[in-house]
């Protein structure tokens, strides 16, 4: 068993990564969109989150499987 938590498939990257990329698009609308500073700081805030999210599962994508998403 690994210590490095949980270690998925090529299939659950992927899968992570067009979820992760999607709602990342729909953020961006949304914060667009928005005519509420305070909503538009929530939005932005999640996006940063996002991009380091997303920013993990490629580093680990390609220390795992050599696989490289983008």
Known sequence: ???RG???IISEYNI???AL???EER???MSEMTTDEDQELVFD???QDIEG???SIKFAAKR???LNLS
């Open 16 to 18: 992570l990564w067009e």
């Open 27 to 29: 953020l961006e609308k």
């Open 45 to 47: 805030e999640k996006l």
């Open 6 to 8: 949980i270690n998925p």
């Open 53 to 55: 999210i997303l920013n």
């Open 21 to 23: 990329k999607h709602y």
């Open 1 to 3: 068993m690994s210590d």
């Open 64 to 66: 795992d499987y050599d």
